[in-house]
């Protein structure tokens, strides 16, 4: 037994040492394996010194002085009560949200559901990509996209072209499905779902962002990679936040609806738990619960739920509190300091920094 938990922990420190180390490579806008970003048009971008926060976490700025965190907006019913960005940031326009953009693509599917351009969850997905070939035609739903069982299986130049914002060269004929349903991560399903979005609209990834989410909520600029459907959207912590708040206002913006609440409540609650699925946020590699991108499973803080991408890009959403937590940066690397290990997840400490000094 000790032999097995030994095993399981060099795992995740090795997981998260690779999450670090990948997050370092396409983390910057300017990165040589990215591809052009595809503008979505908001509000103008406030780039005005942060006023002072009203309360002074000295144990949340050494927290995040320590973190590689370049970015960190905590809010409690509806106030701001920290607010912080590294010089380099741009209040997160230069952070790369890697894969809060599937959560992203599952909200517009939720939209476009609601609008009449899909017809539901459980519609099969060769109705929308009918150059699919599926194994025995055995049928795919959309909810096995958004929830990793469609047994699709990507190739490394998928990614490596997607992330360059090119096509995938191979047609979608000849992408390759496995017989087994059982879950597996694979960013190809979210790029399928891209597909059928884009497909419904008539329109770019980028535009139909702006059209559905960032117009309505007035959010400031970002970016995206178009041709991914999983990675990529650079936006600024603010408007992460704002995409947090929707789960806790039921959809609505200032009195407008903008996602139908009880596809946020689906998005959060139909979920399935992997017998062996690592998550950076809880670093572990078991326990860990999927939704429609949408992830619980943090044993000591049961309440929160959160979107997460690679290099620790989080919002954290406690209902009961009415707490959202937006944290964008790296992830400290045991090979730059040793120190970082053995530590807690970063996002538990973070929790427990603002519990604690909140008190």
Not at 39 to 67: Q, R
């Amino acid at each position: 037994m000790l032999a097995v938990f030994a095993n399981e922990r060099v795992y995740n420190i090795l997981m998260l040492e690779a999450n670090a180390h990948l997050n370092e490579w396409i983390t910057n806008p300017d990165s040589t394996m990215l591809g052009s970003l595809d503008s979505i048009h908001g509000t103008e971008l406030d780039l005005k010194p942060v006023p002072k926060n009203k309360i002074m976490y000295k144990p949340v700025d050494d927290w995040f002085a320590n973190s590689q965190t370049q970015a960190l907006i905590v809010q409690q019913r509806g106030e701001i009560l920290y607010e912080a960005y590294s010089s380099d940031a741009r209040r997160g326009l230069n952070v790369n949200g890697m894969s809060m953009a599937k959560n992203i693509i599952a909200i517009l599917l939720g939209i476009a559901i609601d609008e009449g351009l899909v017809g539901s969850e459980q519609d099969e997905v060769q109705q929308y990509l009918p150059e699919l070939r599926l194994p025995n035609n055995s049928p795919i739903k959309i909810r096995d996209l958004l929830r990793h069982t469609s047994g699709v299986q990507s190739q490394l130049s998928d990614l490596q072209l997607t992330l360059k914002n090119h096509s995938i060269e191979r047609p979608l004929a000849d992408i390759v499905f496995s017989d087994k349903r059982d879950f597996h991560y694979d960013n190809l399903n979210y790029y399928l779902l891209s597909l059928i979005v884009s497909r419904a609209y008539d329109t770019d990834l980028n535009h139909l962002i702006e059209d559905k989410l960032w117009r309505p909520m007035k959010l400031e600029p970002a970016k995206i990679i178009n041709n991914t459907g999983y990675c990529c959207l650079f936006a600024t912590a603010k408007s992460w936040l704002a995409i947090g708040n929707l789960y806790l206002s039921r959809g609505r913006y200032e009195g407008r609806q903008i996602v139908p609440a009880q596809w946020l409540e689906k998005m959060v609650t139909d979920t399935l738990t992997p017998p062996q699925f690592y998550v950076q946020a809880t670093n572990r590699s078991t326990d860990n619960h999927y939704g429609y991108h949408v992830y619980t499973g943090m044993t000591d803080y049961p309440d929160f739920f959160w979107l997460e991408g690679m290099g620790m890009q989080l919002i954290m959403i406690n209902p009961k509190t009415q707490t959202i937590i937006v944290r964008l940066g790296g992830i400290p690397s045991f090979f730059k300091s040793p120190w970082n290990y053995p530590r807690k997840s970063l996002s538990q400490e973070l929790v427990e920094q603002f519990i604690v000094t909140s008190q």
